[in-house]
C-alpha cells in the first residue's frame, strides 16, 4: 500500500513532543506524493502543519485504531512503534490500573508504588496450571511459564529481572519466589520454601540502603537458585551475589541512607542485650548521618530489626552467632566516629588512647587495643633488605580506617550469604532449578563512578544475552511454521563488550594501572585515550581530561576515573587484618581466614564440613592471592560464571518500569518510561519482532473476524485454509506484506490495520443499509398508529355522547320513583307511631293486674313453708327427751353388774392355788440373777485389779512430769528478764492500742455523720431516680410502639446470623476433619518412605484388620501421646499398627475424661497429704495420751465388739433357717422330677451332717471355756506376772483369733462349767486371738476417729469459706451503699447471675454423674434380666426324660428351620475374610443388582448378633476392622468416582442404622414394630457413631476433590469459550498469541461438562446416597463452577466482551435447566451461580450514564467492587461500533459502592468447602427381608 492510501483524511498519526514525547494528531486532509508537510488537527482542536522535508521520507507514525488500545502483548499492535508501545502502556497503566504487560516474551512490570491485592494465594492458585496466554500479564504466568517449562522440557530455567533503582525489581522477584514456595511446596516437613522466603528480610537488611530513587534499593545482585526434586518441590535452594557497593558503608549521598541494619541495630539499642554494644541513635554516628535524612515514611526500623532477628532464627543461626554479628555492626560504627590527631602538619597522625570509640571499636572485636591503635596510623614497608615502619599521613589514614570498615562489611556480608546457603541447602539430589536473578538495571547519574561502570557493564552482558534469545526465537517460530525467511538485523552489543573485556580493553588496563606502584587515574585515563580513541563505542570529552564516555546500548555515560584505582584495589592493609585474624572472637578470625578452595561449590554437590585450624606459630606469609585479585577481575570472573548459568538455562525477562521519580501512586511521566524502554531492551525487541511479521492469526480465528469480507461463493468451501489465502490474495496485492504457515497466517506491520479498516467500511456501509430500512420501517409504524388512533378516538367521541343521552333519561325516570316511594314513607312512619303508643298503654295497664296476683300466691307459699318448719322441730324435740332417758337407765345396769363381778374375783384372788400359779418361774429366775450378780462381781476385781495398775502407772508419769516442770521451771528463771522487756513492749502495745482505739471512735463518728449525708443524699437521688424511671418508661412506650418493625427485623437479622455462625462453626469443626485426614495421610507416606528407607529382611507389616480402639491398659494410643522424637513413634506405630494410631478415636476420649479425674484425684491426694501432715504434728503430741487411755479403750470395745458378733450369730441363725424353708419350698414344688429329687435329698443330708459337727464342735467350745474361767482363777491366786504360757509365742493369723474369740462368746452363754484344760497351750492360743481381735478393733476404732476429726476439719474449712464469703458480700454491699441506686440493682443482679451460673455448674456435673451411673445401672439390669431369661429358659427345657440321638437331631434340624431374626453369626477368626469380601476385595458392580447399600445391612447385622450375644470384643474388633478397611479401600481408590461414592453411601447407612436401631426414641418415630425388634440391646455405640461421622466427612471431601478434578479442566472452555450460540462466534483480540507450547489443549463444549455432570447423579442415585448429600455435592461443584468461571473472567482481558456475556448467559441456564430436570433446585446450587449471572449481565448493560451505573449498582450485589470494577477495566470492544468504559464512569461506580463492605480480596476461594450435613434418613427394609447373594462368598456366616 502507497503513502497516499495510508495517509488519507481522519486518519490518526503521532507527532514528537518535548514535553509528552508523543503527542496524537488527526489528518484532515488527504497526503499526496511530494506535499511538503502534513495538516494536522491536535487534540485541543488546535490546528497544526508537519513539515515533511525531503518530502515523503519521514511520515509520522500512524496510531492504531482504538479496538487495538490497551492490548495485553505489545507485539499484537499493528503498529509496532515507540510511540504505539507507550500509549499502550500508559493506558493500561492510567485507565485500567493494570501494570503488567507482554512485549513478546518481555513481562514489563510498571511500579504502581502503591500495595494491590493482586498477590494473594487465590491468585497465585488461579494462575497455576494456565498458559501464558490464558491469562492477564502477571508475575505469576512468567513464574507459571517457567514452572511448567522445568516439568515438561525437563530443563533448568531462569528468571531474569531487571531494572533500574526503584522500579520494583526486588519486589517482583520476591513475588515470583513466593509463588514458587506455593505451588512446589516440599512435600517433607523441613519448610524449605518457608526458609527462602525468611532469606528475604535478612538480605535486604544487609544489602538494601535508602537511594534517592527508592527507599528500599537493593545495592547488590542476586541469583537464587530454587532447587526441585523428580516430583518438582522444593527441596532447597542457593544463593549468589555480585558486587555489593561497599563504598555506602563510609559514604552516602545527600537524601541517602547507609543499609539498613546500621538503622535497625540503633532503633534497637536500648534492648538489654544490646547495653553492651555502646549505641545511640544513627544522628551520633559519622556512617550513618552522612545523608542527612535517618528516617523513611513508614518504616519502623526497630520493628523490622525483630523481623530479620526472626529470619535468622529461622534459618538456624545460633543466638550467639547473631549477638556477633550485632557487635561486628557495632564496631563498624565506632570506627567511623575514630578521633584521629595531626602532627607535622598532618604528615604523622595518631589516635588517642583514651578514645572512647576505639576502646569500644576494640573490646566489640576482641582485638589488642595497642595493636589496633598503633597499625590505624602506621603501615609495615617490605623489601628485599629490611623492613620498616613508616607513619600515614591524615589522607592516607582515613582511606585505610574506610578500606577497613568496608573489608569487614563485605566479609560479613559474605559470612552471611554462605549461612543462608547452608540453611537453604539439602542433602536431597537435585533434579532441576529455577534461577531467579534480581540484577542492577541500567544507570546513569551526574556523576557516574567505578560502580555505575560495573553495573552497565553486566547489563551489556546481559542484553546481548536477551538480543540473541530473542532471535533465536523468532527463527524457530518462522521455521516451526515453514514460511521463507531472511536474517534479521538486530542491535548487536558485542564491540562495547569487547571494549571492556578484551585483551587491553578498559579493565585491563585498569588492572595493569593497579599493579603499577605510582599508577594514577589520570594515567590510565590518559592510556584510555591512546588506545580507544579510534573505537566507536569510546569517546573523550572536550572539556575533561579525566573523563571518558562508553556508547551503551541504551545510552551515552560519562564516567570520572578519579576512584577507579583506588576501588578496584581495594587496598586493606596486611597488619589491620593480622589483628583481626588473632580475635579472641572465633567467627570475628574466621571471617578474615584465607579460603583454601576458591572454586565454588554447585548447589547439588554435597558440602563437607570445614574446620578452621589456627596455626600456634604465625608461617612465612607469602602474597596474599585473594587479596591481589581485584575488583574488577573478580566481578568479571563471577559475571562469566553468571552468564555460562543462563546460557544453560531457558530464561525468562521481566523488566521493571519507574514511571515517576516522586514515587506518586499511578503517575506516568512519559520521558522517564521511555528512557527505560530503552535501556531495557523492550523497543529492541519491538523492533525484531517489527522487522519480521509481528501479526499472527490462526487460520480459525481470521475466518471468524473477516469471513465479512468474503463472497458466498468463498463462504460454501468448506477448507478454512484456502478460503483465508484466497481472501488476502484478494485483498493484498503485495505478496511479501503475508506469508501463509502450517497453522498461522503471518502479516507485516501495519496489514492487520488494514484489514480493520476494510471490515469497519463493510460494516459501515451494512449499517448505513439497516439504518435506511429501519426508519422506513419505523415512518410507516408511525403512520399506522396515527391512523388507528383516529378511528378510534371518533368511535369513543360517539359512544360519550349516547351514554350521556341515555344517563339523562335514566335520572328523569328514577326522580319519578324516588318523589312516589318518599310519599309512601312518611304516611307509614305516622300510622306507626300511632299504633306503637296505643301498644305500649295495653302492655303496662295488662303488667300490672298481673303483679297483684303474683304477691298474694307468693304470700300464701310462704306462710306454708313457716308452719313446715315449726312441725318438724316439735317433733325432733321430743325424740331427743325419750333418748336420754334410755341412756340413763342402761348405765346404772351396767355398773350395778360389773360391782358383782369385782367381788367375786377379789374372793378368788385370796385363795393359795392362785399363788402358786404366779410363784411357778420365779425361782428360775432368781437363779439366775444370783448367777448374773456373781460374774459382774468377778468382773468387777478384774477391773479394780487394772485400775490399780493403771494408778500406778499414772502416779510414775506423773511424778516424771512433775521432775520435767521442775527442770522447766529452773530454765524459766533465767528467762526472767526476756519476759520483763516482753512485759514493757506490751505495755507499749496497749498504749499505742488504746490511742488507735481512741483514733477509731473519732472516725467511727465522722464515719456515722457522713453515713447519715449519704442517706440523705440517696433519698434525694431516689427521688430524682423515681421521676427520671417515670420518664424512661414513658419514652420506653413511646420508642416501642416506633420500633416494632425495627424490632422485627432485627430478630431477623440475628436469625441470620446465627445461622451464618453455625455455618461457619460446622466448616470449622468439617475442616478439621479434613486436616486429620490429611495428616493421616501424610503419616500413612511417611511412613511408606521410612519402610522403603529401611528395607530391613526382618520388617514385618501388622494386618490392616487389627484393632485400634484396644483398652487403654494394653494398647496406649498414639494420637493422645506426647510425641517428643519421629523415631520413637515411628517404633510405636509398627509396635501396635498403624490403624490402631490413626482411627483411636474413642480411646482418644476416654483418656480424655481420664485425664480430668486424675487431675480431681491428684487435687485429693494433695490436700489428704497436707492433712497427714498435720496429723503427723497432732499425733506426736497426743502419744503419751493414747497409751495411757489405750488399755481402758480395749477392754470396753472388746465387750462392745462382743455383744455384736453374738448378734451377727443370731442373723446368721435366721438366715440358715430361712435356707432350710426355701429349700424345703423349692423341693416340694419341684418333686415331679427325679433329678431334682436326688439333688435335694443329697443337700439335705450334707447340712444334717454339717448341724452334726456343729452341735460338736459347740460342745467343744463350751469345754473349752470353762476352762479359760478356771484358769482365770487360779491365775489371780498362784500364777506370777512373769509366768507364760506354752506355745503362746506361736504366732496367730487374724481368722484363728476371730474364730477362737467367737468360740469363748458362745461358750460363754451357754456353758456352766468351769474345768480345767491346758495340756497343748489351747488357753494361750485363746489369749493371743483376744489380742489380735482387740488390736484389730483398736484400729478401726482409730479409723473411726481419723475419719471424724477429718468430716470435722472438712467443716471447719466450710465454715472458714463461708465466714470469707460472708464477709466479702458485706464488703461488696459496703461498696454498694456508696454507688447510685441504678448500679445497685446492676451490682446485685451481676452477683445473682454469677452465683446461680455457679450453681447450674454443680447441678449440672451432679446431673452428668447420675446419668452415668444410670446408664451403668441400665446396663446391669439388661444383663442381669437377660440371664435370668436364660436361666428360666433352660429350666423349662429340661427334658423329663432322655432322647436319643435320632431324636436329638430331628429338634435341630426343627431349629434351623425357624424364622429369620435379621442377625447374622460368624466365628471371630472368620472376621478377616468377612472385611475382605465385604469390603476390601469388594466392586460395586458385584452388589448393583441388589439392595443399596447392601454392604452397610450386613454389617449391621453382624454387630446385631454380636450385641444378642452381650460380646463387647466382638463389636469393638468388627468395627474397628470395618473403618480401617473402608480407610484402606479409599486410599487405595483415591481418584476412582465410584469407589467413593459407593462406600460415602454405605458409610452414611451403617451409620443411620446404628442410630435407627440404637433404641433412642428420637430416631425411632418412623419405625415399625417389626424394626424396633431389631435395636440393640446391650450397647452404646454413640461414640463409634462420631467416628463413623467423621469417616463420612472425609470419604465427602474426597468425593468432592475427585470431581473437582475431573471437571476443573472443562470449566473455562465450557463455560467461558464454548459457543454454544451457533452465528454468536466470541472472536479473540487482533495479533492475540499464546506463549505457551501447550496452547493447542483439548477444549470441551458444555455438552460435554453436562454428561459429565449426568454421570456423577446417576452413579449416586444408583448406589443409594442420600438426596441431600446428592445435592450437597451439586452444590459444592456449580460453586466450585462459578468460583472457577468467574476467577477467569476477571483475569481475561479477552472474554470480557458483550457477545462473552451473552454466551456465558446462555450456558448457564443450561446448567439451570439441568438442575431443574434432576428436581435440584432445592438444593442452593443455582444461588452459587448468582455472581457469574451477575457478571454476564454486568458485560451486557449500557455503561455511559449516571442512571446505567446505578443499574449497574443495584444488580450487582452479589460482586464485589473490586470485581465490578475490574471487570469494567478489563471490558474490551470486539467491534469499532462498541465503545469502551470510560474512566468517569469507572470513578462514579466507585463512588457509589463506597458503602459497601466487601471482602479485600478479588477473586473467589474456588478451593472453598461448604459444610457437609447428614440428615438422619432411616430405611424402611427389615434385617430378616435382606438376601446374601452367592457373589459375595460369605458362607462362613450363619443366619440367626
Known amino acids: ?54 518530502p515523503g521520507s519521514e511520515l509520522p507514525f500512524l496510531r492504531n485504531p482504538d479496538i487495538l488500545v490497551g492490548q495485553n502483548d505489545l507485539t499484537g499492535l499493528s503498529y509496532l512503534h515507540e510511540p504505539a508501545v507507550l500509549h499502550n502502556l500508559k493506558v493500561r497503566f492510567l485507565e485500567s490500573n493494570h501494570i503488567y504487560t507482554y512485549c513478546g516474551i518481555v513481562l514489563v512490570a510498571i511500579n504502581p508504588f502503591e500495595q494491590l491485592p493482586i498477590y494473594g494465594q487465590d491468585v497465585i492458585y488461579a494462575y497455576s496450571g494456565q498458559n501464558m496466554g490464558d491469562m492477564d500479564p502477571h508475575i505469576f504466568a512468567v513464574a507459571e511459564e517457567a514452572y511448567r517449562q522445568m516439568a515438561r522440557d525437563e530443563k533448568n530455567q531462569s528468571i531474569i529481572v531487571s531494572g533500574e533503582s526503584g522500579a520494583g525489581k526486588t519486589v517482583s522477584a520476591k513475588y515470583a519466589m513466593r509463588f514458587f514456595a506455593t505451588v512446589g511446596g516440599s512435600a517433607s516437613e523441613t519448610n524449605i520454601e518457608a526458609k527462602v522466603l525468611a532469606s528475604s528480610p535478612i538480605m535486604e537488611a544487609f544489602g538494601n540502603a535508602k537511594t534517592t530513587r527508592n527507599d528500599n534499593s537493593s545495592r547488590f545482585g542476586k541469583y537464587i537458585q530454587i532447587g526441585f526434586d523428580k516430583r518438582y518441590h522444593i527441596i532447597g535452594a542457593n544463593m549468589r551475589t555480585y558486587l555489593l557497593e561497599k563504598s555506602r558503608v563510609v559514604f552516602q549521598a545527600e537524601d541517602e541512607r547507609n543499609y539498613h541494619i546500621f538503622y535497625q541495630l540503633c532503633a534497637s539499642s536500648s534492648l538489654p542485650e544490646f547495653k553492651d554494644l555502646g549505641l545511640t541513635c544513627a544522628e551520633d554516628f559519622f556512617y550513618t548521618s552522612q545523608g542527612g535524612d535517618m528516617s523513611i515514611d513508614g518504616v519502623d526500623d526497630a520493628d523490622d530489626f525483630e523481623k530479620t532477628r526472626h529470619a535468622f532464627t529461622l534459618l538456624g543461626v545460633k543466638e550467639s552467632h547473631q549477638m556477633t554479628i550485632f557487635r561486628i555492626i557495632a564496631a563498624i560504627l565506632h570506627l567511623g566516629n575514630l578521633k584521629i590527631q595531626e602532627e607535622r602538619d598532618g604528615e604523622v597522625c595518631s589516635v588517642s588512647s583514651e578514645d572512647e570509640h576505639l576502646s569500644s571499636f576494640c573490646s566489640l572485636l576482641g582485638v589488642e587495643h595497642s595493636q589496633m591503635q598503633h597499625w590505624l596510623c602506621h603501615r609495615k614497608l617490605v623489601t628485599t633488605a629490611e623492613t620498616y615502619v613508616k607513619s600515614m599521613s591524615l589522607h592516607q589514614v582515613v582511606n585505610a580506617m574506610n578500606a577497613l570498615a568496608k573489608l569487614i562489611y563485605a566479609q560479613l556480608f559474605n559470612w552471611i550469604v554462605q549461612h543462608v546457603n547452608q540453611a537453604l541447602h539439602t542433602t536431597v539430589k537435585q533434579h532441576s532449578f529455577i534461577g531467579v536473578l534480581d540484577i542492577y538495571g541500567f544507570e546513569t547519574f551526574e556523576v557516574n563512578s567505578f560502580e555505575q561502570f560495573c553495573i552497565n557493564y553486566a547489563n551489556e552482558k546481559l542484553q546481548q544475552q536477551f538480543n540473541s534469545h530473542v532471535f533465536k526465537l523468532e527463527q524457530e517460530e518462522y521455521m516451526k511454521e515453514e514460511i521463507p525467511w531472511t536474517l534479521i538485523d538486530f542491535y548487536d552489543n558485542q564491540p562495547c563488550i569487547d571494549l571492556i573485556e578484551a585483551k587491553l580493553g578498559i579493565l585491563d588496563l585498569l588492572d595493569e594501572e593497579c599493579k603499577m606502584p605510582k599508577g594514577t587515574d589520570q594515567n590510565w585515563a590518559q592510556k584510555l585515550y591512546d588506545r580507544h580513541s579510534a573505537s566507536q563505542h569510546f569517546q573523550k570529552p572536550r572539556m575533561s581530561n579525566t573523563s571518558f564516555i562508553v556508547l551503551h546500548f541504551a545510552d551515552k555515560v560519562e564516567y570520572q576515573s578519579e576512584g577507579f584505582l583506588e576501588k578496584n584495589r581495594d587496598t586493606v592493609y596486611e597488619e589491620q587484618i593480622n589483628i583481626l585474624k588473632a580475635s579472641q572472637y572465633q567467627m570475628v578470625a574466621d571471617l578474615f581466614q584465607e579460603d583454601k578452595d576458591p572454586v565454588p561449590t554447585t548447589p547439588g554437590a554435597k558440602r563437607t564440613p570445614r574446620i578452621n585450624v589456627r596455626s600456634a606459630k604465625p608461617a612465612f606469609k607469602a602474597a596474599n592471592k585473594e587479596h591481589r585479585k581485584t575488583v574488577g577481575h573478580q566481578f568479571r570472573n563471577s559475571l562469566q560464571l553468571l552468564m555460562e548459568t543462563l546460557n544453560a538455562t531457558s530464561p525468562h525477562y521481566v523488566r521493571c518500569i519507574k514511571p515517576n521519580d516522586e514515587k506518586i501512586p499511578f503517575k506516568f511521566d512519559p520521558k522517564r518510561a521511555v528512557q527505560q524502554l530503552r535501556a531495557c531492551g523492550v523497543l529492541e525487541t519491538i523492533r525484531i519482532s517489527a522487522a519480521g511479521f509481528p501479526s499472527r492469526w490462526s487460520y480459525p480465528d481470521f475466518f471468524n473476524r473477516y469471513s465479512v469480507l468474503m463472497n458466498k461463493r468463498d463462504l460454501s468451501k468448506s477448507d478454512t485454509k484456502q478460503i483465508c489465502q484466497t481472501l488476502l490474495k484478494d485483498l493484498i496485492k503485495d505478496p511479501d506484506k503475508f506469508q501463509f504457515g502450517r497453522t498461522k497466517i503471518f502479516f507485516r506491520a501495519g496489514q492487520v490495520a488494514y484489514l480493520e479498516k476494510l471490515r469497519a467500511d463493510k460494516f459501515r456501509a451494512a449499517t448505513i443499509m439497516i439504518q435506511k430500512t429501519v426508519r422506513g420501517w419505523l415512518q410507516r409504524a408511525r403512520y399506522q398508529r396515527l391512523r388507528r388512533a383516529t378511528l378510534a378516538l371518533q368511535r369513543h367521541t360517539r359512544g360519550h355522547l349516547a351514554r350521556r343521552l341515555f344517563q339523562h333519561l335514566r335520572r328523569t325516570r328514577a326522580a319519578i320513583i324516588l318523589q312516589k316511594q318518599y310519599r309512601m314513607l312518611r304516611m307509614r312512619r305516622a300510622f306507626l307511631r300511632v299504633r306503637s303508643a296505643t301498644l305500649t298503654i295495653q302492655a303496662f295497664a295488662r303488667g300490672m293486674f298481673v303483679r297483684r296476683i303474683y304477691h298474694q300466691m307468693l304470700m300464701e307459699h310462704k306462710a306454708t313453708i313457716l308452719q313446715k318448719y315449726a312441725r318438724g322441730w316439735l317433733v325432733r324435740a321430743r325424740l331427743r327427751r325419750a333418748r336420754a332417758a334410755a341412756v340413763v337407765l342402761q348405765s346404772h345396769w351396767r355398773r350395778l353388774r360389773a360391782r358383782r363381778q369385782l367381788q367375786a374375783l377379789r374372793i378368788e384372788a385370796r385363795s393359795a392355788q392362785h399363788l402358786k400359779k404366779l410363784n411357778i418361774g420365779m425361782e428360775n429366775k432368781v437363779v439366775q440373777l444370783q448367777r448374773k450378780v456373781d460374774e459382774q462381781n468377778k468382773e468387777n476385781k478384774l477391773l479394780n485389779e487394772q485400775l490399780s495398775m493403771l494408778t500406778s502407772a499414772h502416779s510414775s508419769e506423773v511424778e516424771k512430769l512433775k521432775k520435767e516442770l521442775q527442770q522447766y521451771q529452773q530454765t524459766q528463771q533465767g528467762d526472767g528478764k526476756q519476759l520483763l522487756s516482753l512485759q514493757e513492749e506490751m505495755e507499749q502495745l496497749r498504749t499505742e492500742l488504746e490511742r488507735a482505739h481512741s483514733e477509731r471512735e473519732v472516725l467511727e463518728d465522722s464515719h456515722g455523720k457522713e453515713r447519715d449525708l449519704l442517706r440523705k443524699r440517696i433519698c434525694d437521688l431516689e427521688e430524682e431516680n423515681a421521676l427520671l424511671k417515670q420518664e424512661k418508661e414513658e419514652l420506653n412506650s413511646r420508642i416501642l410502639c416506633q420500633s416494632e418493625d425495627e424490632f422485627a427485623r432485627n430478630t431477623v437479622e440475628e436469625n441470620m446470623q446465627m445461622k451464618k455462625e453455625l455455618e461457619e462453626e460446622r466448616s470449622r469443626y468439617q475442616n478439621l476433619v479434613k486436616e486429620y485426614a490429611s495428616l493421616e495421610q501424610r503419616y500413612d507416606n511417611l511412613r511408606d518412605e521410612i519402610t522403603i528407607f529401611k528395607q530391613t529382611p526382618g520388617h514385618r507389616r501388622n494386618p490392616s484388620n487389627q484393632s485400634s480402639l484396644e483398652s487403654d491398659s494394653n494398647n496406649p494410643s498414639i494420637c493422645t501421646s506426647e510425641i517428643g522424637d519421629t523415631e520413637d513413634v515411628i517404633q510405636q506405630v509398627e509396635e501396635i499398627g498403624m490403624e490402631k494410631a490413626a482411627m483411636d478415636m474413642t480411646l482418644f476420649l476416654k483418656l480424655q475424661k481420664r485425664v480430668r479425674e486424675l487431675e480431681l484425684e491428684r487435687k485429693k491426694l494433695q490436700a489428704q497429704l497436707e492433712k497427714k501432715e498435720q496429723e503427723s504434728k497432732k499425733s506426736q503430741v497426743n502419744e503419751i495420751k493414747t497409751e495411757v487411755t489405750s488399755e481402758h479403750e480395749d477392754f470396753a470395745y472388746n465387750s462392745l465388739k462382743r455383744q455384736e458378733l453374738e ?95 467367737q468360740g469363748m462368746c458362745e461358750t460363754n452363754r451357754k456353758t456352766e462349767d468351769w474345768g480345767y484344760l491346758n495340756e497343748d497351750g489351747e488357753l494361750g492360743l485363746a489369749y493371743q486371738g483376744l489380742k489380735q481381735v482387740a488390736r484389730l478393733l483398736e484400729a478401726q476404732l482409730q479409723d473411726q476417729r481419723r475419719e471424724h476429726e477429718e468430716e470435722m476439719e472438712a467443716l471447719k474449712n466450710q465454715v472458714d469459706l463461708m465466714q470469707e464469703e460472708l464477709e466479702k458480700q458485706q464488703q461488696a454491699f459496703l461498696q454498694t451503699l456508696q454507688l447510685s441506686p441504678e448500679v445497685q440493682v446492676e451490682f446485685g443482679l451481676q452477683q445473682e447471675i454469677t452465683r446461680l451460673t455457679n450453681e447450674n455448674l454443680d447441678l449440672k456435673e451432679l446431673l452428668e454423674k447420675l446419668e452415668k451411673n444410670e446408664k451403668k445401672l441400665k446396663k446391669q439390669l439388661k444383663i442381669y434380666m437377660k440371664k435370668v431369661q436364660d436361666f428360666e429358659a433352660s429350666q423349662t427345657k429340661v427334658p423329663v426324660e432322655r432322647r436319643s440321638h435320632e431324636r436329638s437331631m430331628q429338634v435341630a434340624v426343627q431349629r434351623k428351620e425357624k424364622d429369620f431374626q435379621g442377625m447374622l453369626e460368624y466365628y471371630k477368626e472368620d472376621e478377616p475374610l468377612l472385611i475382605r469380601n465385604l469390603i476390601t476385595d469388594l466392586k460395586p458392580q458385584a452388589v448393583s443388582a441388589t439392595v443399596p447399600c447392601l454392604p452397610a445391612y450386613i454389617l449391621y447385622m453382624c454387630i446385631r448378633h454380636a450385641d444378642y450375644i452381650n460380646d463387647d470384643q466382638k463389636v469393638h474388633s468388627l468395627l474397628t476392622s470395618t473403618i480401617n478397611g473402608v480407610k484402606k479401600v479409599l486410599k487405595k481408590h483415591q481418584d476412582d468416582f465410584e469407589m467413593t461414592s459407593f462406600w460415602l453411601a454405605n458409610t452414611c447407612r ?104 449426568n454421570t456423577f447423579h446417576s452413579i449416586m442415585c444408583d448406589q443409594g446416597l442420600d438426596p441431600e448429600i446428592i445435592q450437597q455435592v451439586f452444590k459444592q461443584l456449580f460453586y466450585m463452577i462459578n468460583a472457577i468461571a468467574l476467577n477467569n473472567l476477571l483475569l481475561r482481558k479477552d472474554v470480557c466482551s458483550w457477545s462473552t456475556g451473552m454466551q456465558l448467559r446462555f450456558n448457564i441456564s443450561q446448567l439451570e435447566e439441568w438442575l431443574h430436570g434432576k428436581n435440584l433446585q432445592q438444593s442452593g446450587a443455582a444461588q452459587t451461580l448468582e455472581p457469574l449471572i451477575q457478571a454476564a449481565q454486568l458485560l451486557q448493560l449500557k455503561k455511559k450514564t449516571s442512571e446505567d451505573a446505578e443499574a449497574i449498582c443495584s444488580l450487582c450485589t452479589s460482586l464485589t467492587t473490586q470485581q465490578i470494577v475490574k471487570i469494567l477495566n478489563l471490558y474490551t470492544p470486539v467491534n469499532e461500533f462498541e465503545e469502551r468504559v470510560t474512566v468517569a464512569f469507572i470513578r462514579n461506580i466507585q463512588k457509589q459502592l463506597q458503602e459497601r463492605n466487601d471482602p479485600p480480596q478479588l477473586l473467589l476461594d474456588f478451593k472453598h468447602m461448604f459444610p457437609v450435613l447428614f440428615p438422619f434418613n432411616p430405611s424402611a427394609i427389615t434385617m430378616d427381608s435382606i438376601h446374601l447373594p452367592a457373589s459375595l462368598n460369605l458362607d462362613f456366616l450363619n443366619k440367626v
Not at 467350745?1261 to 474361767?1269: D, E
Open 1 to 54: 500500500m502507497s503513502a497516499a492510501q495510508l495517509y488519507t483524511k481522519y486518519t490518526r498519526v503521532w507527532i514528537p513532543d518535548p514535553d509528552e514525547v508523543w503527542r496524537s494528531a488527526e489528518i484532515i486532509k488527504d497526503y499526496k506524493e511530494g506535499d511538503k508537510s502534513l495538516q494536522l488537527k491536535l487534540e485541543d482542536e488546535t490546528l497544526y502543519e508537519y513539515p515533511i522535508d525531503p
Open 1550 to 1653: 451403617l451409620l443411620h442404622c446404628l442410630k435407627q436401631y440404637s433404641g433412642e426414641e428420637c430416631f425411632m418415630t418412623q419405625n415399625t414394630a417389626k424394626q424396633n425388634e431389631h435395636c440393640l440391646k446391650n450397647f452404646d455405640l454413640t461414640e463409634y457413631r462420631q467416628v463413623l461421622g467423621h469417616l463420612s466427612i472425609q470419604i465427602y471431601q474426597q468425593l468432592i476433590n475427585i470431581a473437582e478434578g475431573i471437571l476443573q479442566p472443562m470449566i473455562v472452555s465450557a463455560v467461558l469459550e464454548n459457543e454454544s450460540i451457533q452465528g454468536l462466534s466470541i472472536v479473540k483480540l487482533v495479533g492475540y498469541r499464546k506463549y505457551s507450547s501447550n496452547a493447542g489443549d483439548s477444549s470441551y463444549s458444555l455438552d460435554e461438562m453436562i454428561r459429565q455432570l
Open 1207 to 1301: 448378734s451377727e450369730n443370731k442373723k446368721l441363725k435366721n438366715d440358715l433357717n430361712e435356707l432350710r424353708k426355701a429349700i424345703a419350698d423349692h423341693a416340694t414344688q419341684n418333686n415331679s422330677s427325679n433329678d431334682v429329687q436326688d439333688g435335694y435329698n443329697l443337700l439335705l443330708n450334707q447340712l444334717k451332717l454339717a448341724n452334726e459337727e456343729l452341735e460338736v464342735r459347740k460342745e467343744e467350745v463350751l469345754i473349752l471355756r470353762s476352762q479359760i474361767m478356771k484358769a482365770a482363777q487360779q491365775k489371780e491366786e498362784s500364777i506370777s506376772p512373769n509366768a507364760s504360757w506354752p506355745n503362746s509365742d506361736r504366732h496367730v493369723d487374724q481368722e484363728d483369733a476371730i474364730e477362737a474369740y
